[in-house]
């Protein structure tokens, strides 16, 4: 008994060693085919710094969008400050109006100083019906001097099909004003431009379709970018089961409504809206030239580079240094210690021991008393030498 229970326990410990040895073996191609079919999204270290949002607040569904409108009309009850006899516009349009009401003027007879010529623009939203109300721009055509106080008179709205879809009237905000008396004058804000809130009507629905091929919606990212779309898949798949969410390209997400929310469309869209997301942006440097503003982001870096701007020179260099093993590591790693030097002819010298970012440089240029421009030329430079790794902007 005791050599028949020594046979089977060599046995099965052999057994188990197989298999392990199996398992092991195949471990890798397993391992590669889930990977496969599920891909995780990591996330990088840089990546705490990006602010974690709701998907409504990147992203929109496809066919979800507004309609722009337009029309001509006027505005009346200025006090003096409407077109002069130089717009034609005005004096066209009033001597229209008045014809159709059965009274014929001479238009070279007009005189109109309280009547404005204007082009109403408004936004109709999607999903909008009959009846609702929806803001108006009135924007002078002629050459009225200001638009306080007048009011527009009803005025079709038409969309790019020709289409009337809403209808404006009401008085006209514009925020601010414009007083002239004894040859001076005092103005504030633009008042040639105002807005009626709440002054269209929509008198048309315009069709809108969210649901594509009967069982699939699209998630269009407002700042189209790879690793964005492949998160926000990811985060859908996470809850939602089925697999729900693939990311079409940098811009559109592809999602399959799950059986649980069949026929409840808009609550799956509302669940999806609400799922946080951290997004990810390219290294981009913005500049402003004429204002002297530079926004950058923060993945933005600069290499190994040597600068001459008149009395300035700035320097950025990158030394390997070796990093002595910790608690959680075993080995030794290799790390680069970066060293940004600004220097001018007084010898003031500012050094800062950190990464190389284009937030290094400015700050070490602002502590030198170095000018706007100044920084924005050194950065064109840089960009124009490949030192500067990030998308160079000029507004």
Same mark, same amino acid.
């Given at each position: 008994?005791?050599?028949?229970?020594?046979?089977?326990?060599?046995?099965?410990?052999?057994?188990?060693?197989?298999?392990?040895?199996?398992?092991?073996?195949?471990?890798?191609?397993?391992?590669?085919?889930?990977?496969?079919?599920?891909?995780?999204?990591?996330?990088?270290?840089?990546?705490?710094?990006?602010?974690?949002?709701?998907?409504?607040?990147?992203?929109?569904?496809?066919?979800?969008?507004?309609?722009?409108?337009?029309?001509?009309?006027?505005?009346?009850?200025?006090?003096?400050?409407?077109?002069?006899?130089?717009?034609?516009?005005?004096?066209?349009?009033?001597?229209?109006?008045?014809?159709?009401?059965?009274?014929? @003027? %001479? &238009?070279? +007879?007009? =005189? #109109?100083?309280?009547?404005? *010529?204007?082009?109403?623009?408004?936004?109709?939203?999607?999903?909008?019906?009959?009846?609702?109300?929806?803001?108006?721009?009135?924007?002078?055509?002629?050459?009225?001097?200001?638009?306080?106080?007048?009011?527009?008179?009803?005025?079709?709205?038409?969309?790019?099909?020709?289409?009337?879809?809403?209808?404006?009237?009401?008085?006209?905000?514009?925020?601010?004003?414009?007083?002239?008396?004894?040859?001076?004058?005092?103005?504030?804000?633009?008042?040639?431009?105002?807005?009626?809130?709440?002054?269209?009507?929509?008198?048309?629905?315009?069709?809108?379709?969210?649901?594509?091929?009967?069982?699939?919606?699209?998630?269009?990212?407002?700042?189209?970018?790879?690793?964005?779309?492949?998160?926000?898949?990811?985060?859908?798949?996470?809850?939602?089961?089925?697999?729900?969410?693939?990311? @079409? %390209? &940098?811009? +559109?997400? =592809? #999602?399959?409504?799950?059986? *649980?929310?069949?026929?409840?469309?808009?609550?799956?869209?509302?669940?999806?809206?609400?799922?946080?997301?951290?997004?990810?942006?390219?290294?981009?440097?913005?500049?402003?030239?004429?204002?002297?503003?530079?926004?950058?982001?923060?993945?933005?870096?600069?290499?190994?580079?040597?600068?001459?701007?008149?009395?300035?020179?700035?320097?950025?260099?990158?030394?390997?240094?070796?990093?002595?093993?910790?608690?959680?590591?075993?080995?030794?790693?290799?790390?680069?210690?970066?060293?940004?030097?600004?220097?001018?002819?007084?010898?003031?010298?500012?050094?800062?021991?950190?990464?190389?970012?284009?937030?290094?440089?400015?700050?070490?240029?602002?502590?030198?008393?170095?000018?706007?421009?100044?920084?924005?030329?050194?950065?064109?430079?840089?960009?124009?030498?490949?030192?500067?790794?990030?998308?160079?902007?000029?507004?």
């Amino acid at each position: 008994m005791r050599t028949r229970g020594s046979v089977l326990y060599l046995f099965l410990c052999a057994t188990l060693a197989g298999l392990a040895v199996l398992g092991a073996a195949l471990a890798p191609v397993y391992g590669q085919a889930a990977e496969g079919l599920r891909p995780a999204v990591t996330v990088s270290a840089e990546s705490v710094n990006q602010p974690t949002v709701r998907i409504k607040d990147i992203a929109r569904f496809d066919g979800v969008r507004d309609n722009q409108l337009y029309g001509m009309g006027l505005v009346i009850g200025l006090e003096g400050t409407g077109d002069g006899r130089g717009s034609q516009a005005s004096v066209q349009m009033v001597a229209n109006m008045l014809e159709r009401f059965g009274i014929t @003027v %001479d &238009r070279d +007879a007009l =005189r #109109l100083r309280n009547v404005a *010529a204007v082009m109403v623009t408004a936004d109709l939203p999607a999903f909008v019906r009959p009846g609702d109300r929806i803001d108006v721009t009135v924007s002078s055509i002629g050459d009225a001097r200001s638009l306080q106080g007048g009011f527009l008179l009803q005025t079709p709205l038409q969309a790019a099909d020709g289409q009337v879809y809403a209808v404006a009237q009401g008085p006209v905000s514009i925020g601010g004003f414009n007083v002239r008396s004894g040859g001076s004058q005092t103005q504030r804000n633009h008042a040639a431009v105002g807005t009626i809130p709440g002054g269209a009507i929509v008198e048309r629905f315009v069709p809108t379709t969210v649901v594509q091929d009967g069982n699939y919606l699209t998630l269009l990212l407002t700042q189209p970018d790879f690793t964005t779309a492949a998160r926000v898949a990811d985060v859908i798949n996470q809850v939602f089961t089925p697999i729900t969410a693939q990311a @079409v %390209d &940098r811009s +559109a997400i =592809r #999602l399959q409504i799950p059986p *649980a929310f069949a026929g409840r469309v808009v609550e799956f869209i509302a669940a999806v809206e609400e799922l946080p997301v951290t997004p990810d942006a390219v290294a981009k440097v913005v500049i402003n030239e004429r204002t002297g503003t530079i926004v950058m982001g923060h993945r933005a870096r600069v290499a190994t580079v040597a600068i001459a701007h008149g009395s300035l020179r700035v320097r950025v260099e990158t030394q390997p240094l070796v990093a002595l093993p910790g608690e959680e590591s075993s080995e030794a790693v290799v790390v680069e210690q970066t060293t940004v030097a600004v220097e001018e002819e007084r010898a003031r010298t500012v050094v800062l021991e950190s990464g190389a970012s284009v937030e290094d440089v400015v700050n070490a240029l602002n502590a030198i008393g170095a000018t706007p421009r100044d920084i924005i030329a050194i950065l064109q430079a840089m960009k124009a030498a490949g030192a500067l790794y990030a998308q160079l902007e000029i507004l």
